[in-house]
């Protein structure tokens, strides 16, 4: 069975950072594409990043490009979300998710995704 753990979440002030992780158990983690997404209170999930199983494949969503950075580490199984400079509209729940090994549909859809985490909150205040 293959579980996601995410950490990380927390209140911050906007202008500052966080630093998301999610570990993810199981042995073929390198061979998997991960993504972040996040859900707003109201909203739908939508997609912020993801990277392809070696790393040497990134996509952000405009809304986060230039300020968060996805990077993973195949000897811990973890995937990380770096979050700078944030905003009050970064606010959500944030889950990291494993795309499945036999879709071909876009990075940013989250039904191409098989297991997810439980989420981490993240809050930013004005």
């Known amino acids: 069975q293959v579980q996601l753990v995410e950490s990380g979440g927390g209140l911050v002030q906007a202008g500052g950072s966080l630093r998301l992780s999610c570990a993810v158990s199981?042995?073929?983690?390198?061979?998997?594409?991960m993504g972040w997404f996040r859900q707003a209170p109201g909203k739908e999930r939508e997609f912020v990043a993801g990277?392809?199983?070696?790393?040497?494949?990134?996509y952000y969503a405009d809304s986060v490009k230039g300020r968060f950075t996805i990077s993973r580490d195949n000897a811990k199984n973890t995937v990380y979300l770096q979050m700078n400079s944030l905003k009050p509209e970064d606010t959500a729940v944030y889950y990291c998710?494993?795309?499945?090994?036999?879709?071909?549909?876009?990075?940013?859809?989250?039904?191409?995704?098989?297991?997810w985490g439980q989420g981490t909150q993240v809050t930013v205040s004005s």
């Open positions: 998710a494993r795309k499945g090994a036999t879709t071909v549909g876009p990075i940013t859809t989250p039904g191409e995704y098989d297991y």
């Open positions: 199981g042995r073929t983690f390198s061979s998997y594409t």
């Open positions: 990277i392809s199983w070696n790393g040497g494949f990134t």
